[in-house]
């Protein structure tokens, strides 16, 4: 191997313990691992029971996923362990002999699990904190051996080396300009966790609003409060890494890989199914969206550098400056690939817009979601069909006014760190965990991010884009018919009653 491979020599005989390891970015850090850093020891990720399936049935079916396909061949349970857990749960909900067993391999902590919705309490939020101080506490106990010497630690198979945190670019958005530095968290993990606990469940969420001050939600303002802890917490070098909006890959395993619904992600598909029409957004400001397989690769890049330099590093992951698309170029972009591949389940003419002034986004949101949905639900009880539009559009609309905070915002960051760590790599390093987007053709990007979400997220193979065309064609005549009867209609009442103030004219 090439001396300049020193990320992957790093991970050769690393016993990873990755949180968060089942999420969109998790799967991603193990397919990069797995493929990329054969010769690691071993991963174990923690898995909790979800949607009526156990731990183990989840991990039996973890491989399935297509972001797995292309190492599908290896035999990957001779890498690969499950932990069985929950991060709600006291102490990670850990088995004694797991604990134990992560206690005495462990030599790599990458924490990325997280309750990441917007809209959950303050309660459900606040495991976000519990989960970092309890996997803090547990990488504690791992044999943290401070061998300074490199030919000593040749001998030492089993010593902690370094701990991951991944936090997001926001997480201190309450500063217009962000540093690479931590910062005052709004109150101290222990504080926060006791208040949690001493309140009951109404009082708790009366208080929120006043809690959250400046924070736009309570996912924002417990992911801060980790920061903090993990600053104060445990005495091996550390990297926060704090990406910024995630989306589907650009490159590896395959260019538009998704299987996340949230955010920036979420916006797409609406808009892409034409179901989305209306977004309070400034067009001018930075999107700062980021490939997930270069998150990945920032991750595992950070984790090197800390055992490197034996320090603690915030990377603000944003995107590269010099290479950054706005809002408004990002949806340009996106409309223009939505008409090149439309989806065959597209319910309506695409007719997405952003829009800055939240009065007019507000008129617009009534007439073209609210008035639709109620439309689209007398259509659907007049066929005998249960209706479903006015709920979903509720929940849509919810989830877009989270979203506006951080659309209608902008921020500077700092990023001198990541840089750094870019700069510090060798030319093999940077070919292997290429995070940089300086080059980053958005184009592309946004067309395989098109084919990704019809592929991964609605399942529609690229066989089914003549009919897509042909929907998006019959949709766009019935769109305009509508709009025309829409004015045709207003024109014709704003005329009844100016003659019925005025009389004829
Ligand atoms: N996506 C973004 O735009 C973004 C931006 C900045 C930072 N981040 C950070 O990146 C990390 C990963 O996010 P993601 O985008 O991959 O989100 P995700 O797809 O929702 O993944 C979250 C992960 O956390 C796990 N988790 C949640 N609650 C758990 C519980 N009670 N017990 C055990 N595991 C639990 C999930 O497990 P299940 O599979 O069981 O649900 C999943 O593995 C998070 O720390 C997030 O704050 C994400």
């Avoid at 004694?96 to 990458?110: F, M, R, S, W």
């Avoid at 217009?176 to 101290?188: D, N, V």
């Avoid at 700062?288 to 990377?315: E, F, M, Q």
């Avoid at 951080?406 to 960051?413: G, V, Y």
């Amino acid at each position: 191997m090439s001396t300049d491979a020193q990320i992957e020599e790093f991970y050769k005989e690393q016993t990873i313990f990755l949180t968060g390891g089942t999420g969109f970015l998790g799967k991603i850090l193990i397919e990069k691992l797995l493929r990329q850093c054969w010769d690691l020891n071993k991963i174990y990720v923690l898995v909790r029971p979800k949607k009526g399936k156990s731990s183990k049935e989840r991990f039996k079916e973890f491989f399935e996923y297509a972001c797995f396909d292309l190492i599908k061949c290896k035999n990957l349970s001779e890498k690969v362990f499950l932990i069985s857990g929950d991060i709600q749960k006291p102490f990670l909900g850990l088995g004694v002999q797991d604990a134990e067993l992560l206690k005495k391999e462990t030599t790599c902590v990458i924490h990325a699990a997280a309750n990441v919705k917007f809209d959950q309490t303050l309660k459900e939020a606040s495991h976000n904190v519990r989960a970092t101080r309890d996997v803090l506490e547990l990488a504690k106990q791992m044999p943290n051996l401070k061998v300074s010497s490199k030919t000593l630690q040749l001998f030492m198979k089993y010593y902690f080396k370094v701990f991951v945190h991944v936090s997001t670019a926001f997480s201190n958005c309450v500063h217009s300009h962000i540093e690479e530095r931590f910062y005052t968290p709004p109150m101290k993990s222990e504080t926060f966790l006791g208040l949690v606990d001493d309140l009951d469940d109404n009082t708790l969420q009366a208080i929120t609003p006043k809690l959250l001050g400046e924070y736009p939600n309570t996912y924002i303002y417990t992911k801060c409060i980790t920061e903090d802890l993990v600053k104060t917490n445990l005495q091996v070098p550390k990297a926060i890494v704090r990406p910024a909006i995630v989306i589907g890959t650009i490159e590896e395993p395959v260019p538009g890989w998704v299987d996340n619904l949230y955010g920036a992600i979420g916006i797409v598909l609406a808009a892409a199914l034409g179901v989305l029409r209306s977004l309070h957004a400034k067009k001018s400001n930075l999107s700062h969206l980021v490939p997930v397989d270069y998150v990945a690769n920032c991750i595992l890049a950070a984790a090197w550098k800390a055992h490197r330099s034996g320090t603690t590093t915030i990377y603000n992951y944003t995107g590269d400056t010099k290479n950054m698309i706005t809002w408004g170029e990002f949806m340009e972009l996106i409309d223009g690939q939505c008409w090149d591949f439309p989806t065959e389940k597209i319910v309506w003419y695409f007719c997405f817009k952003l829009r800055e002034n939240e009065l007019w986004h507000k008129i617009c949101v009534f007439f073209l979601h609210t008035v639709a949905a109620y439309f689209a639900d007398f259509v659907l009880i007049c066929v005998g069909r249960t209706t479903i539009a006015v709920k979903n559009y509720r929940r849509l609309d919810k989830m877009m006014d989270l979203i506006s905070y951080f659309s209608t915002r902008s921020w500077t960051f700092e990023q001198d760190n990541v840089l750094e760590l870019w700069d510090q790599m060798g030319k093999d390093d940077k070919k292997m965990f290429k995070f940089s987007m300086e080059d980053t053709d958005w184009v592309k990007y946004t067309r395989d991010s098109i084919l990704g979400g019809r592929m991964y997220l609605l399942k529609e193979t690229l066989d089914t884009i003549p009919k897509g065309k042909k929907k998006l064609k019959i949709l766009f005549v019935i769109h305009y018919a509508v709009v025309a009867l829409f004015w045709y209609s207003l024109y014709k009442f704003l005329m009844f009653v100016a003659s019925s103030l005025y009389g004829n004219f």
